[in-house]
């Protein structure tokens, strides 16, 4: 079974940069697309990045498209989500997930096991 736990989180200001990484347990992350996710106080928890299983593929949400990059290395059994440009709207707690499949998809409910999350403070 796949247990996942992100990192590099922190406060920054609007413009700044941050890598966050999720490191993932278990022999079968290879097999698997991997996405990440956020969730600001109030707000339900939205799609931000996908990865297929091979790194060939990513999908990105329009509101973050062309600022964040999702990358893996199966080696590592790690996904990074590279988020340049930051904005004060980017402010959430960022989830890492893995998939039921080896694609990447949009809704919460296609990924079954989540990492505890890592918040992202930006100022303005």
């Known amino acids: 079974q796949v247990q996942l736990v992100e990192s590099g989180g922190g406060l920054v200001q609007a413009g700044d940069s941050l890598r966050l990484s999720c490191a993932a347990s278990?022999?079968?992350?290879?097999?698997?697309?991997m996405g990440w996710f956020r969730q600001a106080p109030g707000k339900e928890r939205e799609f931000v990045a996908g990865?297929?299983?091979?790194?060939?593929?990513?999908y990105y949400a329009d509101s973050v498209k062309g600022r964040f990059s999702t990358s893996r290395d199966d080696a590592k059994n790690t996904v990074i989500l590279q988020m340049n440009s930051l904005k004060a709207e980017d402010t959430a707690v960022y989830y890492c997930?893995?998939?039921?499949?080896?694609?990447?998809?949009?809704?919460?409910?296609?990924?079954?096991?989540w990492g505890q999350g890592t918040q992202v403070t930006v100022s303005s």
């Open positions: 997930a893995k998939h039921r499949t080896r694609f990447p998809g949009t809704q919460v409910g296609a990924y079954d096991t």
């Open positions: 278990g022999r079968t992350f290879g097999n698997y697309a």
């Open positions: 990865i297929g299983w091979n790194g060939y593929v990513t």
